[in-house]
C-alpha cells in the first residue's frame, strides 16, 4: 500500500468502500461512495479526481459488460511554495471476478474517459466572480 502525502485521500465504494469518512450517493451501489479524508481544499480537489475514476469505474464497467463489486481508488499530490499544484496521481483497485486482462481493459478505458482527471490535464481557467 502507498503511503499518502498530506493531501492524499482514499474513494472506496461496495466491497472496497471504507468504514468511515464522507458518504456520498452514487447510482451504482446502494451504500454510496465514501471518501476520506477531506477536511481541507487540497483534499477535497484530490476527492475530486478519486470519486470521478471510482464512479467511471462502475460506469464503464457495466457497458463493457465486466462485473465489478467494488472499487477504491486515492488520489494524492503536492503543491509548490505557491501553492500551485506540482501534478495529481491516482491509483485504481478493482474488486471483480472477471480476468485480469479485463480489468486492465476497464482501467485503461476509465483513464482514457474519466472527466474530472480530463479537465485537469487540459488546464482550467479559475477565477473569481465580481457579481457582474
Given at each position: 500500500m502507498t503511503t499518502l502525502s498530506p493531501f492524499g485521500v482514499t474513494a472506496g465504494a461496495g466491497s472496497l468502500r471504507p468504514v468511515a469518512g464522507v458518504t456520498l450517493p452514487h447510482t451504482w451501489t446502494t451504500d454510496g461512495i465514501v471518501g476520506h479524508p477531506a477536511s481541507n481544499g487540497?483534499?477535497?480537489?484530490?476527492?475530486?479526481?478519486?470519486?470521478?475514476?471510482?464512479?467511471?469505474?462502475?460506469?464503464?464497467?457495466?457497458?463493457?459488460?465486466?462485473e465489478v463489486t467494488g472499487v477504491a481508488a486515492t488520489a494524492d499530490g503536492t503543491f509548490d511554495?505557491?501553492?500551485?499544484?506540482?501534478?495529481?496521481?491516482?491509483?485504481?483497485?478493482?474488486?471483480?471476478?472477471?480476468?485480469?486482462?479485463?480489468?486492465?481493459?476497464?482501467?485503461?478505458r476509465v483513464d482514457d474517459v474519466a472527466e474530472i482527471p480530463q479537465a485537469l490535464r487540459a488546464g482550467t481557467d479559475v477565477r473569481r466572480s465580481t457579481g457582474d
Open positions: 487540497a483534499q477535497v480537489l484530490h476527492l475530486a479526481v478519486a470519486v470521478c475514476v471510482l464512479d467511471d469505474t462502475f460506469r464503464e464497467a457495466l457497458e463493457l459488460g465486466i511554495d505557491g501553492w500551485r499544484s506540482t501534478g495529481i496521481v491516482y491509483t485504481l483497485t478493482v474488486d471483480s471476478p472477471a480476468a485480469a486482462d479485463d480489468i486492465a481493459r476497464l482501467v485503461a
